[in-house]
T-cell receptor, first 114, second 114 residues
């Protein structure tokens, strides 16, 4: 079974620039999550999709972050404009459903803001 | 919202010894508790999980115990090996009521010395 795919693996940008990350979940997984993992901390949920609808975006900084999951499969996460504190690893995860189903993570995108 | 505290932040053991990592959670509605292992620069990998209707679960050298009354759960690794060295994260979820949202602990850096 193919795992969660993410790209790019690494991205370096200057502050105030924009950046986008892409995620392809495990086939058949209805639920998709984007997490932010700052160095030395546990992942923090940014946004969660059930199929193509948002079920939780309470911790997403909506003034600069946006995400979409068109057609309920792939998803993109965008940051515009980026701030220095956005430097982190952005992890995508997917699960079959929302009721205590195991979440499987991708390798993440390491974002560095200069 | 849910809050998960994890201890210790670092743990150093000799090969063959046991390692124990403890987590406490704040919301008694939490009912799903996974543990993830994350090697440097890699994705978090699910190693074991437990649901609130079970007090203990074991998988070879790894076991997890749950005390719902005290709201804490622990990861036990026996006969540790150098390849067990990694960062371990606990997490908690309220399942359907929170759409499966995971709240992670801060992580424990486990080092197993040969």
């Amino acid at each position: 079974e193919a795992g969660v795919a993410q790209s790019p693996r690494y991205k370096i940008i200057e502050k105030r620039q924009s950046v986008a990350f892409w995620c392809n979940p495990i086939s058949g997984h209805a639920t998709l999550y984007w997490y932010q993992q700052i160095l030395g901390q546990g992942p923090k949920l940014l946004i969660q999709f059930q199929n193509n609808g948002v079920v939780d975006d309470s911790q997403l900084p909506k003034d600069r972050f946006s995400a979409e999951r068109l057609k309920g499969v792939d998803s993109t996460l965008k940051i515009q404009p980026a701030k220095l504190e956005d430097s982190a690893v952005y992890l995508c995860a997917s699960s079959l459903g929302t009721s205590n189903q195991p979440q499987h993570f991708g390798d993440g995108t390491r974002l560095s803001i200069l | 919202g849910e809050n998960v505290e994890q201890h210790p932040s670092t743990l150093s053991v000799q090969e063959g010894d046991s390692a124990v990592i403890k987590c406490t959670y704040s919301d008694s509605a939490s009912n799903y508790f996974p543990w993830y292992k994350q090697e440097l620069g890699k994705r978090p990998q699910l190693i074991i999980d437990i649901r609130s209707n079970v007090g203990e679960k074991k998988d070879q050298r790894i076991a997890v115990t749950l005390n719902k009354t005290a709201k804490h759960f622990s990861l036990h690794i026996t006969e540790t090996q150098p390849e067990d060295s990694a960062v371990y994260f606990c997490a908690a979820s309220m399942g359907g009521t929170s759409y499966g949202k995971l709240t992670f602990g801060q992580g424990t850096i486990l080092t197993v010395h040969p």
